[in-house]
């Protein structure tokens, strides 16, 4: 999110809180008194955890401006004009705005590969020898890996296994 300090004195913002709908689908961690200089312009990032899947709309925005004054925005937009119709074509008809929903899916493996001992390049006929590093920094556990090569390729895999 970006807050834009459009006066000529410094200004904070504070109790920042996002809504969103279902309500229960994100735990959002609270941010600190945010101070913007004047006329300064901050990307402030709220840091969120889902909960559960579900599909959520970010709908808007609240804040206390100097402390005291609650404001809330709405960050919900228009969405794209529709000319499948007539009447569309006609009368401006506008379609439902989907820039702030976010679909949460279930928690999956991350998985970090690298290559090591890998020549930049490999002839035609040309054996080399590599090693393939997988590393799993989710926290769901890995059913099957596998490797898909072409068909000019001859691959034999070794598995050595070394945690760390």
């Not at 960050?75 to 007539?86: F, M, V, Y």
């Not at 976010?102 to 999956?108: C, L, M």
């Given at each position: 999110?970006?807050?834009t ?11 920042l809180?996002?809504?969103t ?26 840091p ?13 925005v ?5 402390r ?25 008809t ?5 820039s702030?929903v ?7 493996p ?46 034999i ?8």
């Open positions: 999110m970006t807050a300090n459009p006066l000529n004195a410094p200004l904070v913002l504070s109790d809180a996002i809504k709908s279902p309500a229960d689908a994100l735990t959002i961690t609270a941010v600190d008194d945010i101070e913007l200089e004047p006329y300064e312009s901050r990307i402030i990032s709220i969120v955890v889902a909960s559960k899947t579900a599909t959520v709309t970010i709908s808007s609240s804040f206390s401006f100097h005291f004054f609650p404001c809330e925005q709405s960050l919900e937009q228009r969405g794209k004009r529709l000319h499948a119709t007539k009447a569309q074509r006609i009368t401006p506008y379609g439902k705005d989907n702030l976010v679909e949460i899916g279930q928690p999956r991350i998985l970090c590969i690298e290559w090591e001992t890998l020549p930049d390049e490999v002839y035609a006929g040309e054996q080399v020898q590599a090693k393939l590093r997988i590393r799993n920094a989710g926290k769901v556990a890995v059913d099957n890996v596998q490797l898909a090569t072409s068909d000019q390729v001859i691959t895999l070794d598995s050595e296994f070394s945690p760390g």
